[in-house]
């Protein structure tokens, strides 16, 4: 007794908050949303399945865009620095206004996804075109400007962000120790943004779309403004500012994703690609009658159960209180790879600790009109575990015309995430995924690649290579329908001695320091020790000028367009 009166304990008056605050909480209201079957076979057929960005009901204004796709592969921050000067590449060939899709995986996502929704002017926004010889020292290892794709990754080292998600864990641990009841824990989650598994996207969402795209990280996101007002229509209770938009000139993106499957009956788990767009997200083919064969509006991908309704809607209870999908969970989803690693504990001590902090997502498939129980809280890993280069997405549509840029840290020969496409890899490991079911195209197109990208070098340009009227060949894991008349231009990220020589003398110099001898090449994890996925100013700057001469430079504009034709016209 103080003064006459009870005091309580910090604790009980805690929970007593807690208990007030959850009776006001009214839970949160099913979301309505669109779905669309894709039918298992159609790998089978002469025809691809039918997009929903074809329809012109969704008015997505693509109809301006050409029958071109661009690919950009995964690699951590090496990706993400390659992937910005290669954006810077294509704007000023003047070329993105022509572009329908692009597709990102891993690093190239983390670019991909804020150059589709940053409102800010290209110009900062990306990093300046700098001739080679103007690229003195002082100009490589500038700090890049506020607002910039660069800044972001050159701000990557997860420490900040990653000591915030440290006290939210806590947090959450602290009131399950005190045996908290659930409804009131979950409630708690909601003030420590979530749950544990949204750890990894909340600290890649601080770094690479809190900065770019304000506000984001706690909104829905959608393609545009006609598309909100259609999802605000079957869902009154929904407002404008709770959807983040696309820029309005911006290609139609997908982004590319794993989802790890295990079963009794298997040694290793099914990898099963995923695709997130701003239009909607789901697995292309069925995998048994639970996952798979369904895209829903991305909203509502996350379920605790689903009823399917009329025209194509789907009734959805959301799977955690107050969680909402976000651009956050789409770079987290796709640039998770660790955890595959962590997933199959191999060598990673308290793997099944590690693995609770990552993308975990409760997808859920409808068969003949009818909803499935959803599949259960499944991990969503990275892209690369499955195609490392985002061609699939766009092979499943069909386009004709695409380019490809291999950001990769070793030579073509070496890497089997290209390899992989021209002959099925009995591949199946911790660090790189499944690589034996990504057989695309015919086997001696692989050495014509090869042999093309070292010429184009030997003659004094970049790693730029353009393949015509291949064949696609049909694919099951990916659903993709075989065609023909595919041509593909294949940009690879390695040493230029023709760039190199044009350098300053000074950062000519500055290539033989310790941080640069991999040079492009630089490790996806720990290239600057302790940071895990860090870069540093210089590193960023010199490899985006690269990756930027790389298309810019006259033998490449010339072999792309000849190869590509009227599409760039």
């Not at 008015?59 to 796709?69: F, K, T």
């Not at 500038?142 to 962000?161: C, F, M, N, W, Y």
């Not at 984001?216 to 605000?232: G, H, P, Q, V």
């Not at 575990?385 to 699939?392: E, H, I, Q, S």
């Amino acid at each position: 007794m103080v003064g006459g009166r009870t005091r309580l304990a910090a604790p009980t008056l805690v929970l007593t908050l807690l208990a007030w605050a959850w009776l006001r909480a009214a839970p949160p209201p099913p979301l309505v949303a669109t779905y669309w079957s894709l039918p298992p076979q159609s790998w089978r057929g002469s025809a691809a399945f039918r997009v929903p960005e074809d329809d012109p009901a969704f008015h997505l204004g693509l109809e301006s865009r050409r029958d071109l796709g661009v690919a950009f592969s995964g690699g951590g921050t090496r990706s993400a620095a390659a992937t910005a000067g290669e954006l810077r590449g294509l704007a000023a060939n003047h070329w993105l206004p022509r572009v329908r899709y692009i597709t990102g995986v891993s690093g190239g996502s983390w670019a991909a996804v804020p150059f589709t929704y940053t409102d800010r002017p290209l110009d900062t926004f990306l990093p300046p075109l700098v001739a080679p010889e103007a690229l003195a020292k002082a100009v490589v290892e500038a700090r890049p400007p506020e607002g910039s794709l660069a800044l972001a990754i050159v701000k990557s080292t997860l420490l900040a962000p990653g000591a915030g998600e440290v006290v939210k864990i806590a947090g959450r641990q602290a009131l399950e120790r005190q045996d908290v009841p659930q409804q009131l824990r979950s409630l708690a989650e909601r003030f420590v943004r979530g749950s544990n598994d949204q750890t990894y996207a909340g600290m890649l969402g601080d770094v690479f779309i809190k900065p770019l795209v304000p506000g984001a990280l706690t909104r829905y996101y959608t393609w545009n403004a006609a598309e909100r007002d259609r999802i605000k229509a079957l869902n009154p209770s929904l407002s404008v500012s709770d959807f983040v938009t696309a820029a309005d000139d911006r290609p139609f993106l997908i982004v590319g994703g794993s989802i790890i499957a295990t079963h009794p009956a298997y040694d290793y788990p099914r990898l099963v690609p995923v695709e997130l767009t701003p239009l909607y997200t789901g697995v292309r083919q069925e995998y048994g009658s639970r996952l798979g064969g369904t895209y829903v509006s991305p909203y509502a991908y996350d379920a605790a159960s689903a009823t399917v309704g009329r025209d194509h809607t789907v009734q959805v209870a959301p799977a955690s209180l107050g969680r909402r999908f976000t651009l956050a969970d789409m770079i987290a989803t796709s640039g998770a790879a660790p955890l595959l690693a962590l997933f199959r504990g191999q060598g990673v001590p308290q793997s099944t600790l590690g693995v609770q902090f990552f993308p975990a997502f409760n997808p859920f498939a409808i068969r003949n009109d009818r909803a499935e129980p959803v599949a259960g809280r499944l991990p969503h890993g990275d892209g690369g575990f499955t195609d490392n280069l985002g061609v699939m997405p766009l092979l499943a549509r069909q386009v004709h015309n695409i380019i490809v840029f291999v950001n990769a840290k070793e030579p073509i020969r070496d890497n089997p995430s290209v390899e992989s496409l021209f002959w099925a890899l009995d591949r199946q490991d911790e660090a790189g995924g499944d690589r034996s079911m990504n057989h695309v195209f015919e086997s001696g197109h692989f050495d014509e690649v090869e042999r093309g990208l070292a010429r184009a070098v030997a003659e004094g340009g970049a790693a730029v290579y353009c393949g015509t009227n291949w064949k696609v060949l049909p694919n099951e894991l990916y659903n993709i329908a075989g065609y023909e008349g595919l041509n593909i231009c294949w940009v690879y990220i390695q040493a230029i001695p023709s760039w190199t020589a044009r350098l300053p003398m000074e950062t000519r110099k500055l290539l033989t320091s310790r941080g640069f001898r991999n040079f492009p090449w630089f490790s996806t994890f720990e290239q600057n020790v302790p940071f895990l996925i860090h870069l540093k100013p210089a590193q960023v700057n010199l490899l985006s000028q690269l990756a930027a001469w790389s298309i810019t430079n006259e033998k490449s504009r010339t072999a792309i367009h000849d190869a590509l034709g009227t599409v760039l016209d």
